[in-house]
């Protein structure tokens, strides 16, 4: 993702998700890489992702083996708001895939072209490449692992390959199992019977046609739905939890003010820990360089004093 | 054999599921002093989509086209996976109940990307508010689901519903929160009322709906196909997990024919009780979704809770 992001960076000189849009039509490979790495990071079968939230959930269930009552009930309540991380994790790379998605909004972005240096694609796509080895074949990683984690904690998850290669069954094959090439197959045969139906009949072309606009016509790219928009539900729904500050500033004209002439809108969100947790820290460091700070006089015979009485200690700490 | 019987099963299911979207149809017309259309009306919208070319966008992408083929290949996987007639099938090992959300979390996140592919304001929305109301709904599904998990002891559905019929008719505290809980979050999940409403096309108050704006033709057909086996696939979740009984446990023409029989009046009297809530209730705002399903997640946590201060044994 990072190098995907990278890439994007190089290629558009933009920083800002509201300013792109549209880059799967000018770098249709990076896309497609970087679309990977979006499912994997959401945790959608069958990528790497899914395997191990889906572990991780599988561990949870095993609590009821635990003595201590706290426990028990601790961590089934942390997978569920792991369970909600990972829907919201979902909601954030949709949003981060708009990017590629609907029409390009600056000019930069419009002009864009995939990477010339096949460097700066072979980097991201080998790591896409291993999120689907790790996410369709689990079952031998974890078969190499059990080598670690029985070094490390002295046990491992004997019965993870029990059925053979095909299927990871981490406690017992009828508690829980999970074939993901099965899986992967059975989407390939479901989609392709599909395509083989419905596709392959005459008359049947696909036929490309202006977008929906009410009628109105003169659809751009500035009507779309920004990020902003996009992630606007989420911030309304989790506001007690961030700093948000919205202002929306309206010229009008016009008799009782009917005509809107100007509208500026700003929004910012900052983290509510951060004044709290983090802000104390960085008061406290900045006073102490200040107070340590008055040794710097600026004056070379003061640093020549400094060092004569070093010295002068040392060597009767030496002595 | 029992792979044969697997694939009929499946098969069953998602020719079926235009049926029970007739049926849920037919009722709520009865509700509403109209006069229904035939049981089999949505078969016949689905052949004369199917019919249709699609027409596509200017600005679609090769992620518009290849939705509606992962949308529907997720909901047929996982209408496999699915018990429906019968117990012990092979498919259910494939994937347990925590994939089955996997599932249907990879159909929505292509559709909502699909959504967005346009360009247009109304898919952006769609997008952004079927995110917002999925990313509260699947906590709730999941804590639900495991609270069941926990019980049985496992997470593969079909040995669930073995120990459900085990076990026999126990009034479990943590089951009826957990199955409020997983009814909430079906009515959120399908976009029936009071969350999203399936008929409207006025664009500012639909979900679903909106995402799905710029689709016709064959593409159409196969997403609401798809959103046709979702709903069947909560209604079958729902009342085999809690309710098992009826099912076939041996894979004999009699035991099957009853398991048929069993699911079907099952069915009858949950969209029985949908139609009802969906004709006493409004649609509410979007910005109420969220007291509606932080109370579903409450309620799965308050099962899940329950089960493990009230139901373990040591």
Request: aromatic fraction near 10%.
């Given at each position: ?11 558009t ?15 249709p ?12 990071i ?15 959930f ?56 995939e ?5 700066m ?142 509208l ?20 406290a ?13 600026g ?20 002595s | ?19 029970l ?60 996976i ?27 996140f ?21 995110m ?76 679903h ?30 009342t ?10 041996e ?27 969906e ?12 007291e ?23």
């Amino acid at each position: 993702m990072f190098l995907g992001a990278g890439a994007i960076l190089h290629q558009t000189h933009e920083q800002s998700l509201e300013n792109m849009g549209g880059l799967i039509h000018c770098m249709p490979k990076l896309a497609a890489i970087f679309l990977i790495g979006c499912l994997s990071i959401s945790g959608l079968p069958p990528f790497n992702g899914f395997v191990s939230e889906w572990l991780i959930f599988q561990t949870a269930l095993q609590t009821g083996a635990l003595e201590s009552g706290v426990i028990r009930s601790l961590i089934p309540t942390a997978s569920a708001v792991l369970a909600l991380t990972s829907a919201l994790a979902a909601a954030c790379f949709v949003k981060v895939y708009g990017a590629f998605l609907g029409l390009p909004r600056s000019r930069h972005v419009a002009t864009g072209h995939e990477p010339a240096h096949l460097g700066m694609l072979a980097g991201p796509a080998w790591l896409a490449g291993l999120c689907v080895l790790l996410g369709v074949f689990p079952t031998p990683i974890i078969e190499g692992l059990n080598v670690v984690t029985g070094q490390l904690v002295g046990d491992t998850l004997p019965g993870a390959a029990a059925l053979g290669w095909l299927w990871l069954t981490p406690v017992a094959p009828e508690v829980a199992s999970y074939s993901a090439p099965l899986v992967l197959l059975g989407i390939f045969l479901t989609g392709w019977v599909c395509y083989q139906l419905l596709y392959r009949r005459a008359g049947l072309e696909v036929r490309r046609a202006e977008p929906w606009d009410c009628g109105f016509g003169g659809l751009n790219a500035r009507m779309q739905y920004t990020s902003t928009a996009f992630s606007m539900p989420f911030r309304r729904i989790f506001e007690p939890v961030f700093d948000a500050q919205e202002t929306i500033e309206e010229q009008k004209e016009g008799p009782s003010g009917f005509q809107t002439t100007r509208l500026q809108y700003q929004l910012r969100v900052s983290d509510r820990a951060w004044p709290y947790l983090y802000a104390p820290v960085a008061r406290a460091v900045t006073w102490l360089s200040r107070r340590v700070g008055r040794l710097q006089t600026g004056n070379i015979r003061t640093y020549i004093a400094y060092s004569f009485f070093t010295l002068l200690i040392l060597l009767w700490g030496i002595s | 054999m029992a792979w044969l019987l697997a694939l009929l099963q499946t098969l069953l299911f998602i020719g079926s599921a235009p049926l029970l979207a007739g049926w849920l149809k037919r009722l709520k017309c009865r509700l509403q002093n109209r006069r229904a259309p035939s049981l089999f009306q949505p078969y016949r919208d689905l052949r004369k989509l199917w019919r249709k070319g699609p027409v596509v966008a200017h600005p679609a992408s090769w992620i518009f086209k290849a939705t509606p083929y992962v949308v529907l290949a997720s909901a047929v996987l996982t209408a496999a996976i699915v018990p429906m007639i019968a117990v012990n099938l092979p498919t259910a090992k494939i994937a347990d109940v925590v994939v089955l959300i996997g599932f249907f979390a990879l159909g929505r996140f292509f559709l909502v990307l699909a959504g967005m592919d346009i360009g247009t304001a109304f898919g952006g929305m769609g997008s952004s508010r079927e995110m917002t109301v999925s990313s509260l709904a699947e906590p709730a599904m999941l804590m639900a689901v495991f609270t069941l998990a926990m019980s049985a002891s496992t997470t593969n559905l079909s040995e669930a519903m073995n120990y459900v019929l085990n076990t026999g008719l126990v009034l479990r505290p943590s089951f009826v929160f957990a199955l409020l809980g997983l009814m909430l979050v079906a009515v959120a999940e399908t976009g029936r009322i009071p969350v999203d409403n399936p008929a409207t096309h006025l664009e500012l108050t639909m979900i679903h709906e909106e995402m799905i704006l710029e689709y016709s033709g064959r593409y159409l057909g196969m997403i609401e196909w798809a959103s046709q086996i979702k709903l069947m696939l909560y209604g079958v979740l729902i009342t085999n997990t809690f309710f098992p009984w009826g099912i076939a446990r041996e894979f004999s023409l009699q035991a099957l024919g009853f398991g048929v029989l069993a699911l079907t009046l099952k069915l009858v009297v949950l969209t029985v009780l949908l139609s009802l809530s969906e004709a006493l209730f409004a649609k509410m705002r979007l910005f109420r979704v969220r007291e509606f399903l932080s109370f579903a997640y409450l309620l799965s946590l308050l099962g899940m809770l329950s089960h493990i201060i009230l139901e373990v044994h040591h």
